[in-house]
């Protein structure tokens, strides 16, 4: 064996602190951005925000009509919640009663269910689990109707209890035979029952104007505005990027004054001021990049996808990350990053920026891509006779015949199961 010094020159990509921050911060929300410059205001004194009305550093509310998404943010989380402690200020309720209505309270989601059993839940104050399912009745003849369910069976129930006119065989239906009834065994009901399929249907169109979810809109109510990041206007016939600078605060960068004589900074200050002087720098750079390269990811997206803007979601043609990052000149990895998270406002409606990038369906069908497969799919289903609904492959054929886009059975029966859609067996009314 033999040993040999040999000097051999590579090239390494060595991955430094910023360039890694720079990365984190391309990927962040517009949400987790402002956490971050808020952290990092709080440990370096030399990093200032200029607040304007819309700022989410403000301590006060602005008097303006626009409020902070923050503060928005905050007030979405204790809706439901607060909304049945108000409706106890009317029951007078003892200590016992109280602490174990809060812990239901606190145990239901955001869709008003509880979902926790009862058994840990009364561990948790050291009650017998029949105090606490006697407090969960209390609390589920609260509004909305349906609160307090620990199961979807239990929720309608509820909820058909309340009907000013109650129905005694819906009752019966959704207690004692939900599965056939929710998977739609209505001939083997109607026998059993010995009631007719029509009045089966009737029960199935009443349970569908109920809310299988009682405490979503509470949720909902201040959640579901959401600011752009970036709208896309045509002004002159040309399309326009207005980048939304509301949601990133403007930074300014105090730089150390310099003192003599007896007041002059030692060593360690100045190399204190000196990292917390380059790492505020560094952050206005950075999310001037994550600007630059948001707006440039953008532009290709509407030379691309102009037919979106024009018509809408239903002529979206395929595009992938990597062409854009081809075009860009940057790794395809940057542009998955700079897509994430974003909203962008366009002439059709919010939507994520990730949405503009789909894939085709198949290679000869040319440039049309999976979401306005699924667009075309949802339409027809949306359009069918729900007496005689349309099987997978009858779309698969109809898609063909109507559109000449030709996908085989089980790529309809996937794109149905992703948009949520049931089979024609459940769709089916009579």
């Known amino acids: 064996m033999r040993i040999e010094l040999v000097q051999q020159q590579t090239l390494k990509l060595n991955m430094t602190q910023e360039l890694q921050q720079a990365i984190s911060l391309l990927q962040y929300s517009s949400d987790d951005l402002l956490s971050y410059v808020q952290e990092l205001t709080m440990e370096n004194p030399l990093i200032e925000v200029r607040e304007n009305d819309y700022s989410p550093f403000r301590q006060k509310p602005s008097s303006s009509t626009k409020q902070s998404f923050i503060e928005n943010t905050l007030r979405e989380k204790t809706g439901l919640r607060e909304h049945l402690r108000q409706q106890l200020i009317d029951f007078s309720l003892n200590k016992n009663d109280r602490a174990c209505l809060e812990l239901l309270i606190q145990a239901i989601d955001s869709n008003g269910y509880v979902k926790d059993s009862l058994t840990d839940l009364a561990s948790v104050l050291g009650v017998s689990e029949e105090l606490l399912e006697s407090k969960l009745y209390f609390l589920q003849s609260l509004e909305p109707a349906g609160i307090g369910a620990r199961s979807l069976q239990e929720c309608i129930l509820l909820q058909l209890r309340r009907l000013p006119i109650r129905n005694e065989l819906a009752e019966i239906m959704i207690s004692e035979h939900f599965r056939p009834f929710a998977e739609k065994s209505w001939k083997e009901l109607s026998k059993k029952l010995n009631v007719k399929i029509g009045e089966i249907q009737e029960i199935h169109d009443l349970v569908k104007q109920l809310e299988p979810r009682p405490g979503l809109k509470y949720e909902a109510d201040d959640c579901t505005y959401v600011k752009p990041d970036m709208t896309i206007k045509q002004i002159n016939g040309d399309w326009r990027i207005l980048y939304n600078d509301e949601l990133i605060p403007q930074l300014l960068i105090s730089e150390p004054i310099e003192c003599s004589g007896p007041f002059s900074l030692d060593e360690e200050a100045q190399?204190?001021?000196?990292?917390?002087?380059?790492?505020?720098?560094?952050?206005?750079?950075?999310?001037?990049?994550?600007?630059?390269?948001?707006?440039?990811?953008?532009?290709?997206?509407?030379?691309?996808?102009?037919?979106?803007?024009?018509?809408?979601?239903?002529?979206?043609?395929?595009?992938?990350?990597?062409?854009?990052?081809?075009?860009?000149?940057?790794?395809?990895?940057?542009?998955?990053?700079?897509?994430?998270?974003?909203?962008?406002?366009?002439?059709?409606?919010?939507?994520?920026?990730?949405?503009?990038?789909?894939?085709?369906?198949?290679?000869?069908?040319?440039?049309?891509?999976?979401?306005?497969?699924?667009?075309?799919?949802?339409?027809?289903?949306?359009?069918?006779?729900?007496?005689?609904?349309?099987?997978?492959?009858?779309?698969?054929?109809?898609?063909?015949?109507?559109?000449?886009?030709?996908?085989?059975?089980?790529?309809?029966?996937?794109?149905?199961?992703?948009?949520?859609?049931?089979?024609?067996?459940i769709r089916k009314e009579y």
């Not at 720098?281 to 990811?297: D, P």
């Not at 000149?329 to 990053?337: A, L």
Request: no cysteine.
């Open 271 to 425: 190399s204190y001021y000196s990292k917390k002087l380059t790492q505020g720098k560094w952050l206005q750079r950075a999310i001037e990049q994550r600007k630059e390269t948001m707006i440039n990811v953008m532009k290709v997206i509407i030379q691309k996808q102009q037919d979106f803007f024009i018509h809408g979601k239903s002529h979206l043609r395929p595009l992938t990350l990597k062409e854009v990052a081809d075009i860009l000149n940057i790794h395809e990895s940057t542009v998955s990053r700079t897509v994430k998270d974003k909203f962008i406002q366009t002439p059709h409606g919010l939507v994520m920026m990730k949405t503009f990038f789909t894939n085709k369906v198949a290679e000869d069908n040319g440039e049309i891509s999976s979401a306005s497969v699924k667009m075309k799919l949802k339409k027809l289903i949306d359009s069918e006779n729900k007496k005689k609904p349309l099987s997978d492959q009858k779309i698969a054929n109809e898609l063909k015949t109507l559109y000449d886009i030709g996908i085989s059975r089980r790529t309809v029966t996937k794109y149905r199961e992703q948009l949520n859609i049931p089979t024609s067996a």
